[in-house]
């Protein structure tokens, strides 16, 4: 009976200093949930092109009597001749935004564009009987903006305005009693624009937007030459004012998240 105890003892002992079966709070490693991956940001400088379409409305001021008086032809009252040119649109932008709190971005951009907007019109010579054809070019649009927008992730919702710069060719050809005259003007006059757009952040630097402006380029005086009839010019004014749909790929210096 003393032998029985005392083996029992001693297993009883042994028992205690073998390592038991471990448990879940011994199996676990230190983990670390992932961060979040980092919100998109509109903040940064990017470069791009545009395509697009213009159409301007052009008002002429008098050129009835500008031809005439190359003759001393002249009528009583003013005449105005108006055109509507339409045409396409090309160029590119460069600009940089900078987002805040968190969903409002604030940003500048220069743009310029070549342009085939023209058109032409009819208009009567009473003097002397004939007709006299007025035709108007627009070559390009330039505009210096400042923009603000509402960013929704990679969407940017935003208005623009500016100071604008428009290149014009005018012309009056036709001809007096026989004689062919052919008037020749350049202008390139200062106004504003305003506009407004969506930009889509599709693919790493890149974005494409849609947008429209309107510029208003109130009156102008242009001197309208003819080399044969009128080499000292003859003041005409001009008052127009264009409207462009374009859309832009951009190119962004960001990170591309």
Partial sequence: MHTLMKTLLIAATGSTLLPGPATAADMSLPFKAPMPPPAFSWTGCYLGAHVGGGWAHKEATDPVNAIQSAFTEMTTGVTTVTVDPIGVVVGGQ?????????????????????????????????ASGDTGEFSA????????????GYAADHWLFYAKAGAAWVGDKYDFTGSVTGTPVAFEGLDQRLG?????????????????????DYYQFGSHTVLMIDPNNAPAGVPVNFKQSVQIAKLALNFHMWDGR
């Fill in 94 to 126: 460069i600009g940089c935004d900078y987002q805040f709190a968190p969903t409002w971005v604030v940003g500048v951009e220069g743009a310029a564009s070549g342009s085939t907007m023209k058109a032409s019109a009819n208009f009567a010579l009473p």
């Fill in 137 to 148: 070019l627009t070559d390009f649009v330039a505009s210096a903006t400042g923009r603000f």
């Fill in 192 to 212: 504003w624009t305003v506009g407004g757009g969506i930009d889509w952040a599709f693919y790493h630097h890149w974005s494409l937007a849609l947008e429209y």
